[in-house]
């Protein structure tokens, strides 16, 4: 080894710096990418855009925490009605995917503090409002909104994902569907939707409104205060903010 080396070990040493160094390279070296569960066909916030690019709010967000993390992540496409089981089974290290904290999910995965809250909508013509016993509401698969419906007892047609409501609707399978607000959006803007004449109404029911968090490997608890702290960062230093205006037309709370 080169002499200046050694004397620069030597002084390393002396001063207590060699040991938390060769520890913080063996950290380093050591932390693998973190495994991410994402959906992809949720607009605006997660969705394969027109050029097959993984894309939206909560794709941007997740991007965003790992930056924060210094540290890589690997995103993989998991079913909405999977994401909780695959996240509960260590498949996955956390989640990215607009989930409300219920006491159900609690009991199976970890979760962060919120990043923003949500709101559900009804959507339906005038004369079939919620709880309609002429409503059939389309719904996806494992989400708040599906387990609503089937706690209430209303008529559900149950979906794999938020974009297959529109051909639900235009096919007579459903004639109302019950979504996030944040996808109300886009449905309602979307051709076929519109042209059925759909109105939104609030659901203000505590079961479809709450806390959004990222769900968390329940044997990573390490993580949660991690993700906190990243959270806390993109919040400060205004990537929140950014990716918001990108992806929606209001402030997230």
Same mark, same amino acid.
């Given at each position: 080894m080169h002499q200046p080396m050694l004397?620069?070990?030597?002084r390393l040493a002396r001063y207590g710096l060699l040991t938390a160094l060769l520890a913080g390279s063996?950290?380093?070296?050591?932390?693998?990418?973190?495994?991410?569960?994402?959906?992809?066909?949720?607009?605006?916030?997660?969705?394969?855009?027109?050029?097959g690019k993984l894309t939206g709010f909560n794709i941007e967000m997740g991007h965003a925490l790992c930056e924060a993390m210094q540290t890589r992540c690997d995103f993989q496409l998991v079913p909405l009605g999977k994401v909780v089981d695959t996240v509960a089974a260590g498949e996955m290290d956390?989640?990215?995917?607009?989930?409300?904290?219920?006491?159900?999910?609690?009991?199976k995965v970890l979760f962060?503090?919120?990043?923003?809250?949500?709101?559900?909508?009804?959507?339906?013509?005038? @004369?079939?409002p919620p709880g309609s016993p002429k409503a059939t509401a389309a719904a996806v698969?494992?989400?708040?909104?599906?387990?609503?419906?089937?706690?209430?007892?209303?008529?559900?047609?149950?979906?794999?994902?938020?974009? @297959?409501?529109?051909?639900?609707?235009?096919?007579?399978?459903?004639?109302?569907?019950?979504?996030?607000?944040?996808?109300?959006?886009?449905?309602?803007?979307?051709?076929?939707?519109r042209s059925l004449g759909l109105e939104s109404?609030?659901?203000?029911?505590?079961?479809?409104t709450g806390d959004v968090c990222i769900s968390i490997n329940p044997?990573?608890?390490?993580?949660? @205060?991690?993700?906190?702290?990243?959270i806390d960062q993109i919040k400060r230093d205004g990537r929140f903010d950014r990716i918001n205006t990108k992806f929606l037309p209001f402030r997230l709370q």
């Open positions: 004397a620069l070990l030597y063996a950290l380093a070296s050591s932390e693998k990418e973190f495994r991410v569960a994402v959906i992809g066909s949720s607009p605006p916030m997660s969705y394969i855009d027109e050029n956390f989640a990215v995917v607009s989930l409300l904290a219920t006491p159900e999910r609690r009991k962060s503090k919120p990043y923003y809250r949500s709101l559900s909508i009804w959507l339906g013509k005038p @004369e079939l698969t494992g989400s708040a909104q599906a387990r609503y419906l089937e706690t209430v007892g209303w008529k559900m047609h149950a979906v794999a994902s938020h974009t @297959e409501i529109p051909a639900a609707l235009a096919a007579g399978k459903a004639n109302a569907a019950v979504v996030p607000m944040l996808t109300a959006l886009p449905l309602l803007h979307d051709d076929s939707v109404t609030i659901l203000s029911d505590p079961l479809l044997k990573r608890v390490d993580l949660v @205060e991690r993700i906190n702290s990243a």
